[in-house]
């Protein structure tokens, strides 16, 4: 037998059945752009997080912030905890030599900053000496925040490189007065631009200025929203993460069966909690998608079967002519492969492209996942076999006499 | 060539009615001869017709083909048989939709292990005289015309049988006396022609006649002077 010739007979067919080539393809191409598209764009947008967290979070750090574990932590939370107080971390710092560094955390709602008749408003975040190291941010030009800055609730400001563009155009901001709100402070360094942070906020919009001063001058509060902190050896964050809880609990007043009215987050909690985000992009939806696909390949089945049923002459002809079983059963099997293969590419393409739009209109990095490899060849190809075993079977077994008379 | 020994041919010996197509027949066939089976329809000439050309089996009874039996041989190696020994020449023609003469030519040749296939095709279709047909849609041509292509597939194997089964049931006098005109040529270039039909006129170009009722062979018997369809067209 001559499997070339037979595959290019194939092709011929399914180029003069147009109608029943295109509905074929058309299923297969649905299920595999939808599978193509979700996967794509759950690995795309996992890529990002992943790196952004990890520009935020090293494997020494902990965060701590104030309310209850889980979805609404910290500002969010449902009922608002206002009892995690600088003196808190302090005596966290006392007990736990391992932390050696720490930075607290509180941010005001939207103030306006203004510099001459120029207007831009933003979140002010409170920073402190040692955050040039744990936030891993310096300044690109002028000095960061000191120790003097902080005991002495200095007014001065680090901005981000997109506020000094928008305040300040291209002249040098360094030693201008700006006002935050009516209170006035002098720009004494620009931060180095880090683009967007897990949330997707805008990092060079920042404003930051010490904690004390933004605590006393801006919000006249007494309290923190969340500490990061650094720990000289990561080996050692599941004891002081422990050693935190029982320190907080302790002097929050927390009895044993209450929940702790703070949460403690570490790279590894943080990791577990985005892999769980990304199962919805890289399993559940996919999954969905898969329907989608196994209804392609019924499709493929209920009009190959039609087709056997009309070409049940062509058959039966090619049984005369000295066509065996096995070579009709080639010939089905491999039209409903082409036909799969073929969609599948085409899905491939239609599905990439979606998610390219999606990332990259999110400002995320597209790129092609290895496993397109499969979706687009393999699985089609899978399906095209199985879709057309049964039809295939069904044209082979016929009968010449049967079908010629 | 070929002999069939008490070949007794049985439909619907599964349940049904029990319809003894072909009752204990005997027949041989020499290499070289142009034989008509002729009878009415229901006679058992079509059984005779799939039973020759190994598209079924018989209910019992033993077919040789230059002196091998292929009543016991398997699917595959029939379809072998068929692909090489036999050429297939049908009344409705059974060329694929939606393909070119040449294509339909070449069909036989995929499945043996041919070289050069276009051109033992485009050999084929000039013997039938449609070279310049080669690259038209099969539903482009007249009926006479497919038929000639399907001689042409018929041939491209260099089968030694040739088996018509009614090949002028669907055509024009005229048409049908040019193709019983190329099966006349075929067996004196050394085929072995078995032509298929109810039309007493077409069997009379045959130098042996079999008569076929009820499943039995009633009359067998050679043709003195047989009808020549070239002469008989020079005439038209």
Redesign the interface.
């Known amino acids: 037998m001559n499997k070339i010739r037979i595959i290019n007979s194939s092709f011929r067919i399914l180029r003069r059945n147009k109608l029943n080539t295109f509905f074929m393809i058309l299923g297969i191409v649905i299920g595999i752009a939808a599978l193509s598209l979700t996967f794509s764009m759950g690995k795309g947008t996992e890529k990002q997080i992943t790196e952004r967290v990890k520009n935020l979070f090293n494997p020494n750090n902990i965060f701590i912030t104030s309310g209850r574990e889980g979805l609404g932590s910290g500002r969010f939370s449902e009922a608002p905890v206002n009892n995690f107080k600088i003196e808190d971390v302090e005596a966290i710092m006392q007990e736990i030599p391992d932390i050696i560094m720490y930075a607290p955390i509180q941010t005001t709602s939207e103030r306006d900053v203004i510099f001459g008749n120029k207007n831009i408003s933003t979140q002010i975040s409170g920073g402190s000496a040692d955050g040039e190291i744990v936030w891993r941010r310096s300044v690109v030009s002028g000095e960061y925040i000191s120790k003097a800055d902080e005991l002495n609730n200095a007014r001065v400001a680090l901005i981000g490189t997109k506020i000094a563009k928008k305040l300040f155009g291209d002249s040098d901001p360094i030693g201008s007065q700006i006002r935050i709100g009516s209170v006035p402070f002098i720009v004494k360094g620009i931060l180095e631009p880090k683009g967007a942070d897990p949330h997707g906020a805008d990092l060079d919009m920042n404003v930051i200025v010490p904690i004390t001063t933004l605590m006393k001058r801006l919000m006249n509060v007494d309290y923190i929203i969340g500490v990061k902190l650094e720990v000289d050896d990561p080996a050692k964050i599941d004891d002081i993460v422990k050693k935190i809880s029982v320190i907080l609990r302790e002097r929050h007043s927390i009895y044993n069966n209450e929940p702790n009215d703070f949460s403690i987050m570490t790279p590894v909690v943080v990791k577990e909690m985005i892999g769980k985000m990304n199962r919805v992009f890289t399993l559940f939806l996919p999954l969905i998608s898969g329907i989608a696909l196994l209804v392609g390949g019924v499709v493929i089945v209920v009009i190959m079967l039609m087709s056997v049923s009309r070409r049940v002459n062509e058959i039966g002809l090619r049984k005369a002519l000295g066509a065996r079983n096995k070579d009709i059963l080639f010939q089905f099997i491999l039209e409903t492969s082409v036909i799969s293969l073929f969609g599948g590419i085409i899905g491939l393409v239609i599905g990439l492209t979606g998610a390219w739009i999606f990332l990259t209109s999110q400002g995320f990095t597209f790129f092609v996942p290895w496993q397109s490899i499969l979706f687009g060849v393999f699985i089609p190809v899978i399906i095209g076999i199985l879709s057309g075993i049964i039809p295939a079977r069904k044209a082979a077994l016929l009968d010449p006499v049967a079908s010629l008379s | 060539m070929i002999q069939l020994k008490n070949i007794t041919k049985i439909y619907g010996e599964n349940g049904g009615q029990k319809v003894r197509a072909l009752d204990d027949t005997n027949l041989t066939i020499k290499k070289g001869e142009f034989i008509a089976v002729i009878g009415a329809s229901g006679s058992g000439k ?1 059984t005779m017709m ?1 039973i020759l ?1 190994m ?2 089996r018989p209910t019992s009874g033993s077919y040789y083909l230059e002196d091998k039996e292929v009543s016991t041989l398997t ?2 190696e029939l ?2 048989i ?3 020994k036999i050429g ?1 020449v ?1 009344q409705k023609f ?1 060329l ?4 070119t003469a040449i ?1 339909n030519v ?9 070289n050069d ?1 276009r051109k033992l095709a485009v050999n084929a279709l000039a013997r039938v005289g449609l070279s310049n047909r080669s690259k038209h849609m099969t539903n482009e041509l007249s009926g006479g015309q497919q038929q000639r292509v399907a001689i042409a ?1 018929a041939l491209v ?1 260099e089968p030694e049988i040739i088996l018509g089964d009614e090949p002028t049931g669907n055509l024009d006098s005229k048409s049908g006396l040019e193709i019983v005109e190329i099966f006349q040529e075929l067996n004196k270039s050394g085929k072995t022609i078995i032509l298929i039909t109810h039309q007493q006129k077409i069997a009379e170009h045959a130098q042996r006649i079999i008569n076929i009722q009820d499943g039995k062979i009633t009359d067998d018997h050679k043709v003195e002077n047989p009808l020549d369809a070239k002469a008989e067209l020079a005439t038209l």
């Open positions: 079509s799939n050309g598209l079924d699917d595959d379809a072998n068929r692909n090489r297939f049908f059974h694929l939709p939606k393909t294509e070449e069909l036989p040749l995929i499945y043996s292990n041919s296939i597939r194997n």
